[in-house]
């Protein structure tokens, strides 16, 4: 079920003011009876965590990894992203430290002041950066997946060619989407899947009409002012924006930061979490990486289940009692 909360005249970083729609869905224990976790999602994601049409079911639900019979699970919609009807057209008034300035006022409208864990994929991973950093003992666990505290400079020149074709094509969202979809994924995932076979109907190489599919899947259900804005977004994320101060309270905090990346990620890339991690473990000693090992690329953390199970089971399977989490070597799945 969808609920709604209001944000009256929020003040962009930007200086631009509006009355703000912020969404969210409850999965699991009713509020406050149990650990609270929230989930933040990436770039055509949705509150929609688990569930039949859940973006994450495969991890969230009763009995899995992240057991809706013993936490709260609450996923907010970042405000324009469609799912909500709500849209925002002014695009480039927003960054991502707006959202998650959003996503606090929400959590304090919902009277929530600590969480068991703050965790997101991608664009929602940069947006938990962000909040960790405004609200350093928000929650007990940090965990971004497959994203970053920054953007970088190769993520940014991708979503500025994004920007090119959201703005100036005739299929907009189609055209972006199968540009994106070559920063999701690997040439080696591509040549394991495809083989440079052809698709016999249509005259063309099945991985042309891969590309195109997902294109008309995405122009289908999403909308072209939600992707534009989630593009802006996640070329913003930035936990430094207002100065290096923000960054030295994520060393200093008592917060458990869960790094995971992935090995052949080439949006987020796995040395760039690295030298986080590095950077973070130089001031604090409850900081772990772990790293999903796939051919897949950055949608590794949609696909290797089993192994994101493996690298998240420490954290969530003792019910909101972990003390303290141990550093692992475990097969491929290796935590520096």
Same mark, same amino acid.
């Given at each position: 079920?969808?609920?709604?909360l209001?944000i009256?005249?929020?003040?962009?970083?930007?200086?631009?003011?509006?009355?703000?729609?912020?969404?969210?869905?409850?999965?699991?224990?009713?509020?406050?009876?149990?650990?609270?976790?929230?989930?933040?999602?990436?770039?055509?994601?949705?509150?929609n965590?688990?569930?039949?049409?859940?973006?994450?079911?495969?991890?969230?639900?009763?009995?899995?990894?992240?057991?809706?019979?013993?936490?709260?699970?609450?996923?907010?919609?970042?405000?324009?992203?469609?799912?909500?009807?709500?849209?925002?057209?002014?695009?480039?008034?927003?960054?991502?430290?707006?959202?998650?300035?959003?996503?606090?006022?929400?959590?304090?409208?919902?009277?929530?002041?600590?969480l068991?864990?703050?965790?997101?994929?991608?664009?929602?991973?940069?947006?938990?950066?962000?909040?960790?950093?405004?609200?350093?003992?928000?929650?007990?666990?940090?965990?971004?997946v497959?994203?970053?505290?920054k953007?970088?400079?190769?993520?940014?020149?991708?979503?500025?060619?994004?920007?090119?074709?959201l703005?100036n094509?005739?299929?907009?969202?189609?055209?972006?989407?199968?540009?994106?979809?070559?920063?999701?994924r690997?040439?080696?995932?591509?040549?394991?899947?495809?083989?440079?076979?052809? @698709?016999?109907? &249509? %005259?063309?190489?099945? =991985?042309?009409?891969?590309?195109?599919?997902?294109g008309? +899947? $995405? *122009?289908?259900?999403?909308?072209?002012?939600?992707?534009?804005?989630? @593009?802006?977004? &996640? %070329?913003?994320?930035? =936990?430094?924006r207002?100065?290096?101060?923000?960054?030295? +309270? $994520? *060393?200093?905090?008592?917060?458990?930061?869960?790094?995971?990346?992935?090995d052949?990620?080439?949006?987020?890339?796995?040395?760039?979490?690295?030298?986080?991690?590095?950077?973070?473990?130089?001031?604090?000693?409850?900081?772990?990486?772990?790293?999903?090992?796939?051919?897949?690329?950055?949608?590794?953390?949609?696909?290797?289940?089993?192994?994101?199970?493996?690298?998240?089971?420490?954290?969530?399977?003792t019910?909101?009692?972990?003390?303290?989490?141990?550093?692992?070597?475990?097969?491929?799945?290796?935590?520096?």
């Amino acid at each position: 079920m969808l609920h709604q909360l209001q944000i009256k005249q929020y003040k962009t970083l930007s200086g631009t003011s509006q009355d703000i729609q912020l969404s969210y869905q409850v999965f699991g224990k009713e509020l406050h009876t149990a650990p609270i976790i929230l989930v933040n999602h990436a770039l055509t994601g949705n509150s929609n965590v688990t569930g039949d049409d859940g973006w994450w079911s495969a991890l969230i639900g009763d009995g899995k990894c992240i057991d809706t019979q013993k936490y709260t699970i609450l996923a907010f919609n970042i405000p324009g992203n469609g799912h909500d009807k709500f849209v925002i057209e002014n695009y480039k008034d927003f960054v991502a430290g707006d959202v998650a300035r959003m996503f606090l006022l929400g959590l304090q409208q919902l009277k929530i002041d600590r969480l068991f864990a703050l965790i997101g994929g991608s664009l929602g991973g940069g947006i938990a950066w962000e909040m960790a950093a405004l609200h350093p003992t928000l929650a007990e666990h940090l965990i971004p997946v497959a994203s970053d505290w920054k953007s970088t400079d190769w993520l940014i020149a991708n979503c500025q060619i994004q920007e090119q074709f959201l703005v100036n094509s005739k299929q907009p969202v189609h055209d972006a989407r199968m540009h994106a979809m070559l920063c999701y994924r690997t040439p080696a995932s591509f040549k394991e899947r495809f083989k440079r076979s052809t @698709n016999e109907e &249509l %005259k063309v190489f099945n =991985v042309e009409s891969w590309l195109m599919h997902h294109g008309d +899947k $995405l *122009q289908e259900r999403f909308q072209l002012s939600a992707y534009k804005l989630m @593009n802006q977004l &996640l %070329k913003t994320i930035d =936990v430094t924006r207002g100065g290096e101060e923000n960054f030295t +309270k $994520l *060393q200093n905090s008592d917060t458990n930061i869960h790094i995971i990346g992935v090995d052949s990620d080439m949006f987020f890339t796995a040395q760039e979490n690295k030298d986080t991690f590095k950077q973070l473990a130089q001031a604090k000693s409850n900081v772990t990486y772990g790293e999903v090992q796939s051919l897949h690329g950055h949608d590794a953390f949609l696909i290797e289940f089993d192994q994101m199970e493996k690298l998240l089971s420490g954290i969530f399977n003792t019910n909101g009692n972990v003390k303290k989490i141990k550093i692992l070597r475990i097969k491929s799945y290796v935590f520096y």
